[in-house]
Every structure is written in C-alpha cells, then in structure tokens.
C-alpha cells in the first residue's frame, strides 16, 4: 500500500462520512510489525492519522537511555518538544532529579500522546497509543513512571491517583509508579518533598 494509495481511501472514506478509521486499517504495515525504535519512530515522524498532526511542529519520539529498564511517561508534548521533535527532561525535572539522586543519562522519556494537544483533547489517543504500546513491547522496561493524572488514567485504565500516587505496582511484565506532574510541583511546591521521595524510589532499579 503506497502513500497516494492511502491517502485516497482516506478521503474516500472521509467522503462516505465516515468520522474514525480503524488505526490497522490504514497503516500500511500493522502496528506489530514495528520490531525496532527506528522503524516505529519513523512512523511516527510521519503519521497523520488525526486532526493533532494539523496544528504540530514535530511528532515527538522519545529519547535517552532504552537499555537502563527505566521509563518516564508523560501525557503530551509541550512546545520545547514540539519545536525539537524529541521528548527530553526539562529544567524543573532536571532540578528534581537532581533532589532524588537520580541521573537523567540512565533513564528513558517519552509521552502517549505523540503530537502537541493545545486543546487539551484525548479523542484521538487511541491512536498514538498504539506507537506508545509498541515503543514499550520494545523497550520491554522493567520500570514505568507516569507522571499526572492523564498518564495514570491512560495506564491504570481505572482507580484513584490520589490513593495510588507513589504507590509500586505490576502493570503487565513491569513495575509501575505514578507520580505528580512536575509541572503541577512547581505550582503546588507544598507537594514537592512527597514528589521527591516518589523518585528516590527509582534509585534502586537504575
């Protein structure tokens, strides 16, 4: 299936009235065929399978250390990553990092969503989180942080952050911790020593 092909039966199908198209329906390969970072982050730099592609700079991949078995998980790309078209930590995960002990060169950091969401609308993540399903089957992490409650939402599928935050569980073969958005820490610093021993708990798995 080439490019014009698939464009065409997207408009076709656009035409027909169709509003949400089966994600395998219209990629090329199925999602399970991606069996390295290289080729599904190629995909990703190229989707436009919903309306987020319209309004971003960059689909953003992840990036850092895939080997260490530590993974951060974040909702979407703000406009730093946008702009680079990589997820990487910025200053005020760095400083906190820095707090806990921890090395931002050991640790692996992507988002589910893949494009910017300015409009703050998960309709479309069914899509981009079949990439992030497939980036972990890779990765195969022996540890996922998620940070906010979108992350916990997207991966708990259910349940109270407030009660499982900083909690250690078994989200299929990995560890699982949610933690606070740092970006919600640095508006609510009474918060931050409790973010800080979130992370410390990772110190024992890098």
Same mark, same amino acid.
Request: hydrophobic residues 35%; positive net charge; proline residues 3%.
């Given at each position: 299936m080439?490019k014009?092909?698939?464009?065409y039966? &997207?408009? $076709?199908?656009? =035409?027909?009235?169709?509003k949400? #198209?089966?994600?395998?329906?219209? &990629?090329?390969?199925?999602?399970?065929?991606?069996n390295s970072l290289? &080729? &599904?982050?190629?995909q990703?730099?190229?989707c436009?399978?919903?309306?987020?592609?319209?309004?971003r700079?960059n689909?953003?991949i992840?990036?850092?250390?895939?080997?260490?078995?530590?993974v /951060? #998980?974040?909702?979407?790309?703000? #406009?730093?990553?946008?702009k680079?078209?990589?997820? $990487?930590?910025?200053d005020?995960l @760095?400083? %906190?990092l820095?707090? =806990?002990? @921890?090395? =931002?060169?050991e640790i %692996? /950091?992507? +988002?589910?969503l893949?494009?910017?969401?300015?409009?703050?609308?998960? +309709? %479309?993540?069914?899509?981009?989180t079949?990439?992030?399903?497939?980036?972990?089957?890779?990765? !195969?992490? !022996?540890?996922?942080?998620?940070?906010?409650?979108?992350c /916990?939402?997207? @991966?708990a599928?259910?349940?109270?952050?407030?009660?499982?935050?900083?909690?250690?569980?078994?989200? !299929?073969?990995?560890?699982y911790?949610? $933690?606070?958005?740092?970006?919600?820490?640095?508006?609510?610093?009474?918060? =931050?020593n409790?973010?800080?021993?979130d992370?410390?708990?990772?110190?024992?798995?890098?």
């Open positions: 080439d014009n092909y698939t464009i039966k &997207l408009e $076709t199908l656009r =035409a027909m009235g169709f949400f #198209v089966s994600f395998d329906e219209i &990629l090329p390969h199925k999602i399970s065929e991606f290289k &080729l &599904l982050n190629t990703i730099k190229s436009n399978l919903c309306q987020l592609c319209k309004s700079t689909a953003v992840g990036s850092g250390n895939i080997s260490s078995g530590v /951060f #998980v974040f909702d979407s790309p703000n #406009v730093r990553s946008d680079n078209g990589l997820c $990487t930590p910025d005020s @760095l400083r %906190y820095n707090l =806990a002990g @921890l090395n =931002a060169n %692996y /950091f992507t +988002y589910i893949k494009c910017i969401n300015k409009q703050n609308n998960w +309709y %479309y993540n069914d899509i981009c079949k990439f992030f399903d497939q980036e972990l089957a890779i990765i !195969k992490p !022996k540890f996922i942080v998620s940070f906010g409650l979108n /916990f939402k997207e @991966l599928k259910n349940g109270s952050f407030e009660s499982h935050r900083g909690g250690i569980y078994r989200l !299929k073969n990995s560890l911790m949610p $933690t606070f958005d740092n970006a919600w820490i640095d508006k609510n610093p009474s918060k =931050a409790e973010f800080i021993a992370l410390k708990k990772i110190k024992g798995y890098l």
